[in-house]
């Protein structure tokens, strides 16, 4: 079992920046890819960055790509978001998700129970 927490989400006005961090407990952290997903409001889940077990591959949804950087510290088993300039339609619950993959994929076995995202015009 892998637990997640989510943290960092909050209220920001449109063109900032916020931090999203992802605390991963239980199994070896270091042999999964991580990811990222976010749902709006009336909306499915969507896919927004993976990183792969040793940060060498990552990838971005394309309405993220260029504003959003995903990183991770094995050794203190996190993974962050860093989303800068943000958008009114970035506003979404987001959730970390883990899978024994290169990619994480909506088929993720472990999820976080989401942080939300606000951000007003």
């Known amino acids: 079992q892998v637990q997640l927490v989510e943290s960092g989400g909050g209220l920001v006005q449109a063109g900032g920046s916020l931090r999203l961090s992802?605390?991963?407990?239980?199994?070896?952290?270091?042999?999964?890819?991580?990811?990222?997903?976010?749902?709006?409001?009336?909306?499915?889940?969507?896919?927004?960055?993976?990183?792969?077990?040793?940060?060498?591959?990552?990838?971005?949804?394309?309405?993220?790509?260029?504003?959003?950087?995903?990183?991770?510290?094995?050794a203190k088993n996190m993974v962050y978001l860093q989303m800068n300039s943000l958008k009114p339609e970035d506003t979404a619950v987001y959730y970390c998700a883990a899978e024994l993959s290169p990619v994480v994929s909506p088929r993720a076995e472990y999820w976080g129970q989401?942080?939300?995202?606000?951000?007003?015009?």
């Open 22 to 74: 992802c605390a991963a407990s239980g199994r070896t952290f270091s042999g999964y890819a991580m990811g990222w997903f976010r749902q709006a409001p009336g909306k499915g889940r969507e896919f927004v960055a993976s990183i792969n077990w040793n940060g060498n591959s990552r990838s971005y949804a394309a309405s993220v790509k260029g504003r959003f950087t995903i990183s991770r510290d094995n």
């Open 114 to 121: 989401g942080t939300q995202v606000t951000v007003s015009s």
